[in-house]
């Protein structure tokens, strides 16, 4: 037969267009999880057992505080030390599992983005909150929430959103079947009403018609899947004051309903405080043994962790729902006193410890056992895959994405799990800024604050991000205030931490980043 080129090329396109090597893969990439076959079989036994019992699978409840510190709460060591006693979240993190090495991002919008889908920012596309007009969201992005609306899970979300406020990226229409709450960060509706702050703007009323006239929602809403956005009363000073306690109200009436459906749920509940500014809920004016507000803050929102966690008992709910208590980020600094308390160098904004460990507190009574404490690698995206795995639908992990989450349900469930976690990578905007692996952390950016003094607060204003010489190495265990660089004696290391990093970014390869979806339009 003849050489015959043009056939020759058709045959080699044909080839390659049969061969589906730009298509999305089969089964989803995700984190790939440390195998314990033991533990998982634990959990598997435990969630039959309920289903059988129960007749659905469980419920999922996350409370999300903002900017609450890692140190806030007394049993991370703050509390009456700290002029903030904490005893509902205490006695939940006793009677369940209280994660020391748990991890948020640096900042608000790209932690909760983290939590709904399972992807690092540099996937989802949300380096840091939209303020003010800003517009950008949760753009092509697929949330837990979604995907288990479609599973039959009745999907709520309660408070604070900060995820893009045009029609397409708003709650009831990237997943949740309910939505209550406002869609910005709390600073933004009041602080140019707070003639303290912003006499200029008070004072000036071309300046306030001006802050006014701005494209943002500056009032609580409400919305039901697919449907429009209904505008409910302006976010005043007073309004904002106690707008936890409408929140707290909104969700013991949802469990009350939950109680009687048949649907398990998945909820939401994002607090407002402990975000600056915090003025205190009537009643809780110097309620803190500190009398500041933020202290007083902190006691609001233990309050309202008790009053959800009662309703959940009374209403039959405790049983059957898995409830997770954690923070969007390390505590805000740069407002000080209007600050929280971390143990760890640095603060929001920051990839030192103290910008992105958070509390977190897993319960379950009867299923997570009580009393245990661990030091288990946990990534905030790890609740998407968690979520759905408890949902028994770990298959409709989207395929055409890499997430990087890891379903840590045998960690949570059986007896004394232990983390299926290999590595947390930490980000500064797109800059995959450090990696830990065990107790050990390596560091390529870093935040500098002020004039680069380890205990100066402040990681958001007057601070830079710099590119370090070297990888700096830290022993988190020795030294958890990362002040001691252990590089040129663990240089054994090297080639474990760099190869994680490598590991991550050879992910990017095959699934390009996202370019920021926060612009100011
Ligand atoms: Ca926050």
Known sequence: ??????????????????????????????????????????????????????????????????????????????????????????????????????????????????????????????????????????????????????????????????????????????????????????????????????????????????????????????????????????????????????????????????????QPFYLIHAFSKVHFDNYPAKGYHGKSPGKYPYKDGVVEVDDIVGRIVKALHDNGLAENTLVFFTSDNGPEEDMYPDTGYTPFRGGKGSTWEGGVRVPGIFSWPGVIKAGRESDGLFDLADMFNTSLALAGVRDAIPADRYIDGVDQTSFLLAGDGISNRRSIFYYLNDKLAAVRWNEYKAHRYIVEVGNGQYEAMGSMQNATIQQAAKSIFYNLYVDPKERQAVTIRKLWLAPILQGEMARHKATLMRYPPKKPQVTLE
């Open 1 to 262: 037969m003849m050489w015959r080129p043009t056939t020759f090329l058709a045959a080699l396109a044909a080839a390659i267009l049969s061969v589906s090597w730009s298509a999305p893969p089969a089964t989803a990439e995700t984190e790939p999880a440390l195998q314990h076959p033991d533990q998982q079989a634990q959990a598997r036994a435990k969630l039959e057992a309920l289903e059988t019992k129960f007749g659905k699978t469980p419920n999922i409840l996350i409370m999300l505080v903002d900017d609450l510190g890692w140190g806030d709460p007394g049993i991370y060591g703050g509390g009456v030390m700290s002029g903030a006693p904490t005893p509902n979240i205490d006695s939940l993190a006793e009677g369940g599992l209280m994660l020391t090495s748990a991890y948020a991002q640096p900042t608000c919008s790209p932690t909760r983005a983290t939590l709904m889908t399972g992807r690092l920012p540099i996937r989802h596309g949300i380096y840091r909150p939209p303020m003010y007009s800003e517009k950008g969201g949760l753009v092509g992005e697929i949330t837990a929430a979604e995907l288990l609306h479609k599973a039959g899970y009745h999907t709520a979300l309660v408070g604070k959103w900060h995820l893009g406020e045009s029609e397409a990226q708003q709650p009831q229409n990237v997943g949740y079947d309910e939505y209550f709450g406002f869609l910005g960060v709390c600073d933004i509706y009041t602080e140019w009403r707070d003639p303290y702050f912003n006499p200029e703007v008070v004072y000036s009323p071309e300046r306030t018609a001006m802050i006014k006239a701005a494209p943002y929602s500056k009032h609580l809403v409400k919305a039901k899947r697919g449907g429009k956005l209904e505008q409910l009363e302006e976010i005043t000073i007073p309004v904002l004051a106690n707008v936890d306690q409408q929140f707290a109200d909104y969700t013991v009436e949802f469990l009350q309903r939950m109680a009687k459906d048949k």
